[in-house]
């Protein structure tokens, strides 16, 4: 397992711009709240996602 996954409150530290394009390369839509970006990524991802 990679110790660097970025957990949801890793997520909340990063900028908006920096959220959307994780979701973006993930396939996630990237423009709605930026709280909602972050629970579709950790719905995908519950063990973290890759910087």
Do not use: C, F, W, Y
């Amino acid at each position: 397992m990679n110790t660097n996954l970025l957990n949801e409150n890793a997520l909340g530290a990063l900028k908006r711009a920096e959220i959307q394009q994780l979701a973006k390369r993930e396939g996630l839509r990237a423009n709605g709240k930026t709280l909602d970006i972050i629970d579709a990524l950790v719905s995908r991802h519950p063990d973290g996602v890759e910087p």
